[in-house]
């Protein structure tokens, strides 16, 4: 027989005749092998190699074959493991494949039989990592592709987020309201190796600060009457997973000492309590404010944000990305049909169209609010613009103002209209990234996300969506 694959392969038998007549056969035929007579040589083995195979006579001189299969599957799981058993003794071979043997074979051993066994084990080996190949791929786009988006911003973000996914860093996404943070945070969960533990959600803007602290941290002590009170917090249930606090800007000076403690020693407290409380915790922290301009303000510490600006995501606007709505769009008319047993094909040009040219200041959460409620109340096979609300169907683009309105307008309004000209060119040289806009112009960043509030200054509006 022609050996298609080979493989490193450790050989157990007390007996001579056994253990060498199978070393010799398997050696002939391009395989790897090293033998061994006991359970302890088996380990002492394994601590300078590792095996594909393990081949064991369930009959040793000086220990159990059961135990040292146990061992095996329990300590090298990557290992396989084939028994060698006598007449008479199918009990054990049973228990053998319930305690994780892959296969059993009858002494004596037919060398053809073996080979035949092995060649088997291997491909079954080899499928095996093909389909845990497989099966990672397709949890790395599972949990993706619930964030809908083929825009380069989107782009460059999913990479930011595979690339940092499997880390222990703490990561800080920046967004406004509605843009799916909380969506971002769970694919980095699912995609790290803390994707079988907790993730657990808590948003800092919901709660009065006394009671949040209890929330998180839990309480040893009732706040109303002072009495013990034992509430353990959602930190100890995210122990080895992942803790996502949103709204991060919400949080009280008091908790923001407790988060920079945690940050950096991976203990705290709960309220009331004095005794420490070590979690393994991936933090991710959310906000849809400007944390350094509230540094700026005395409103957010430095040493917590300095902490937490490790590695930031900017979550995209959805006005930032219009392209993506015909792909949201879609995909929630979709969504929608099987939850309210209906068949909406798709959605007018017109409709389309009115939908891209609208602001979204609630985003893709107002979006899908909005692609439900169409779906819902369409009357024919198409969302037209009549399904619309009247909020969007009235919406009206940015005109530029004309000569007329220039005429009329006062010095300030003349003198403000050159600087937010230069801002706008600024931005559109930059690929509207505020940081570099930023830094050519020589300004920082808040002085900019003021200046473009201030002159309304927005992609959407400069850029009609026609």
């Given at each position: 027989?022609?050996?298609?694959?080979t493989?490193s392969?450790?050989?157990?038998?007390?007996?001579?005749?056994?253990?060498f007549?199978?070393?010799?056969?398997?050696?002939?035929?391009?395989?790897?092998?090293?033998?061994?007579?006991?359970?302890q040589?088996?380990?002492?083995?394994?601590?300078?190699?590792?095996?594909?195979?393990?081949?064991?006579?369930?009959?040793?001189?000086?220990?159990?074959?059961?135990?040292?299969?146990?061992?095996?599957?329990?300590k090298?799981?990557?290992?396989?493991?084939?028994?060698?058993?006598?007449?008479?003794?199918?009990?054990?071979?049973?228990?053998?494949?319930?305690?994780?043997?892959?296969?059993?074979?009858?002494?004596?051993?037919?060398?053809?039989?073996?080979?035949?066994?092995i060649?088997?084990t291997l491909?079954?080996?080899?499928i095996?990592?093909?389909?845990?190949?497989?099966?990672?791929?397709?949890?790395k786009?599972?949990?993706l592709?619930?964030?809908?988006?083929?825009?380069?911003?989107?782009?460059?973000?999913?990479a930011?987020?595979?690339s940092?996914?499997?880390?222990r860093?703490?990561?800080?996404?920046?967004g406004?309201?509605?843009?799916?943070?909380?969506?971002?945070?769970?694919?980095?969960?699912q995609?790290?190796?803390?994707?079988?533990?907790?993730f657990?959600?808590?948003s800092?803007?919901?709660?009065?600060?006394?009671?949040?602290?209890?929330?998180l941290?839990?309480s040893?002590?009732?706040?109303?009457?002072?009495?013990?009170?034992?509430?353990?917090?959602?930190?100890l249930?995210?122990?080895g997973?992942?803790?996502?606090?949103?709204?991060?800007s919400?949080?009280?000076?008091?908790?923001?000492?407790?988060?920079?403690?945690?940050?950096?020693t991976?203990?705290?407290e709960?309220?009331?309590?004095?005794?420490?409380h070590?979690?393994d915790?991936?933090?991710?922290l959310?906000?849809?404010?400007?944390?350094?301009?509230m540094?700026?303000?005395?409103?957010?510490?430095?040493?917590?944000?300095?902490r937490?600006?490790?590695?930031t995501?900017d979550?995209?606007?959805?006005?930032?990305?219009?392209?993506?709505?015909?792909?949201l769009?879609?995909?929630?008319i979709?969504?929608f049909?099987?939850?309210?047993?209906?068949q909406v094909?798709?959605?007018?040009?017109?409709?389309l169209?009115?939908?891209q040219?609208?602001?979204?200041p609630?985003?893709?959460?107002?979006?899908?609010?909005?692609?439900?409620?169409a779906?819902v109340?369409?009357?024919?096979?198409l969302?037209?613009?009549t399904?619309?609300?009247?909020?969007i169907?009235?919406?009206?683009?940015?005109?530029?103002?004309?000569a007329?309105?220039?005429?009329?307008?006062?010095?300030k309004?003349?003198?403000?209209?050159?600087?937010?000209?230069?801002?706008?060119?600024a931005?559109?040289?930059n690929?509207?990234?505020?940081?570099?806009?930023?830094?050519?112009?020589?300004?920082?960043r808040?002085?900019?996300?003021?200046?473009?509030?201030k002159y309304?200054?927005?992609?959407?509006?400069?850029?009609?969506?026609?």
């Amino acid at each position: 027989m022609h050996t298609t694959r080979t493989a490193s392969i450790l050989v157990v038998a007390g007996e001579d005749k056994i253990r060498f007549g199978i070393t010799e056969s398997l050696k002939k035929r391009g395989h790897r092998v090293d033998c061994a007579l006991d359970s302890q040589d088996v380990v002492e083995r394994n601590a300078k190699f590792s095996f594909d195979l393990v081949i064991t006579d369930l009959t040793l001189r000086t220990s159990d074959g059961l135990e040292l299969v146990e061992w095996t599957v329990k300590k090298h799981p990557e290992t396989t493991v084939i028994i060698l058993t006598s007449h008479g003794t199918f009990d054990a071979a049973v228990e053998a494949m319930r305690k994780g043997a892959h296969e059993y074979l009858t002494k004596p051993v037919v060398d053809e039989e073996l080979e035949l066994v092995i060649q088997r084990t291997l491909k079954h080996r080899e499928i095996e990592d093909e389909n845990r190949t497989l099966r990672a791929q397709l949890g790395k786009q599972k949990s993706l592709s619930k964030i809908i988006g083929s825009d380069d911003r989107m782009t460059k973000m999913f990479a930011v987020i595979e690339s940092v996914a499997d880390t222990r860093t703490t990561i800080l996404i920046s967004g406004e309201s509605g843009t799916g943070k909380s969506m971002t945070a769970r694919a980095i969960h699912q995609l790290s190796h803390r994707r079988e533990k907790p993730f657990i959600e808590l948003s800092c803007g919901t709660l009065p600060a006394t009671l949040l602290e209890a929330d998180l941290f839990g309480s040893e002590t009732d706040s109303t009457s002072g009495a013990p009170f034992d509430m353990p917090g959602k930190l100890l249930r995210a122990d080895g997973g992942t803790l996502f606090l949103n709204e991060i800007s919400a949080a009280s000076p008091s908790l923001q000492a407790k988060l920079l403690h945690l940050l950096q020693t991976r203990e705290f407290e709960s309220v009331g309590g004095n005794q420490s409380h070590h979690v393994d915790v991936r933090m991710i922290l959310a906000t849809n404010q400007d944390l350094e301009a509230m540094v700026e303000r005395g409103e957010f510490r430095q040493d917590l944000f300095d902490r937490i600006n490790v590695i930031t995501i900017d979550q995209p606007s959805l006005r930032e990305r219009s392209g993506d709505i015909p792909l949201l769009v879609d995909h929630y008319i979709r969504v929608f049909n099987d939850k309210n047993h209906k068949q909406v094909e798709g959605i007018s040009e017109e409709a389309l169209s009115v939908m891209q040219r609208y602001e979204w200041p609630g985003n893709v959460r107002e979006l899908v609010n909005i692609t439900e409620r169409a779906v819902v109340l369409a009357r024919s096979s198409l969302i037209t613009i009549t399904d619309l609300p009247e909020a969007i169907r009235e919406n009206r683009s940015y005109r530029p103002p004309s000569a007329e309105d220039l005429e009329n307008c006062s010095l300030k309004e003349a003198l403000a209209n050159p600087e937010r000209h230069l801002i706008i060119e600024a931005l559109d040289a930059n690929g509207w990234n505020r940081q570099k806009t930023a830094e050519a112009l020589g300004i920082n960043r808040t002085t900019l996300y003021k200046k473009m509030k201030k002159y309304n200054i927005r992609y959407e509006l400069e850029h009609n969506f026609k």
